[in-house]
């Protein structure tokens, strides 16, 4: 039974580009949420979404944005992208009957 | 507003009992969270506890819920080197369906 799972693992971008990365949440899991973590702070959340609609976000400028699609896997996007925005990308995925957050291995985000 | 503070460092001699303290300011809160961070990887599940208990132990981890003070604990009995980690405390409010974070206490085992 696979976790979750993000990609990539690692990103180097410059400023401006744009990215996207993306998650596979447990089989049977219909929840997916991201965070961002920078270092040595703890994660703080972006989006949630369920059955393909956000049902939360966090305070994070419209440059973030994300999607669910039908088979639950998701994308977070960000574009005009800062030196502020690297940071470790988490993914959870979201199910089981109390709801408990399980996370992937993150996305490093390196911007230059 | 939402916040969960911890302290953030915490040194105990290996074998000895670790006790990592978070508190946290709304009461709205449903279910609070214990994560384990090692380096350079993701968010580790250690355990949890329902906003209507205050105990609940997990081999050796005990976690203390003080609903009125709003302080959670997590006792780690027999510390081990490879306890070594930086833990979150997590409380999850119902009302926005997320999850707010600690900043984290990076433990460190002392031999």
Redesign the interface.
């Given at each position: 039974d696979a976790g979750v799972t993000q990609s990539p693992t690692h990103l180097i971008k410059t400023r401006g580009q744009h990215v996207t990365l993306r998650c596979s949440p447990i089989s049977g899991h219909k929840s997916v949420?991201w965070?961002q973590q920078v270092l040595?702070?703890?994660?703080?959340?972006i989006f949630?979404y369920?059955e393909k609609e956000e049902?939360?976000r966090?305070n994070f400028p419209d440059r973030f944005s994300a999607r669910q699609f039908p088979n639950y896997s998701s994308e977070l996007n960000v574009n005009a992208l800062l030196l502020g925005d690297s940071a470790?990308y988490?993914c959870?995925s979201v199910g089981g009957a109390?709801?408990?957050?399980?996370?992937?291995?993150?996305t490093r985000l390196s911007v230059l | 507003g939402e916040d969960v503070e911890q302290s953030l460092f915490l040194s105990v001699r290996e074998g000895d009992s670790s006790v990592i303290n978070c508190t946290y300011t709304d009461s709205s809160s449903t279910y609070l969270y214990w994560y384990k961070q090692e380096p350079g990887a993701g968010l580790q599940l250690l355990t949890y506890i329902f906003s209507n208990m205050d105990m609940k132990q997990d081999q050796r981890l005990t976690v203390l819920l003080n609903k009125k003070d709003k302080h959670l604990s997590l006792r780690i009995a027999d510390t081990q080197t490879g306890d070594s980690a930086i833990y979150f405390c997590a409380v999850v409010y119902s009302s926005a369906s997320k999850i707010i974070f600690g900043s984290g206490t990076r433990l460190s085992i002392r031999p």
């Open positions: 949420s965070y040595g702070q703890g994660p703080q959340f949630q369920y049902r939360g966090g470790l988490l959870a109390k709801n408990i957050q399980y996370f992937g291995a993150g | -």
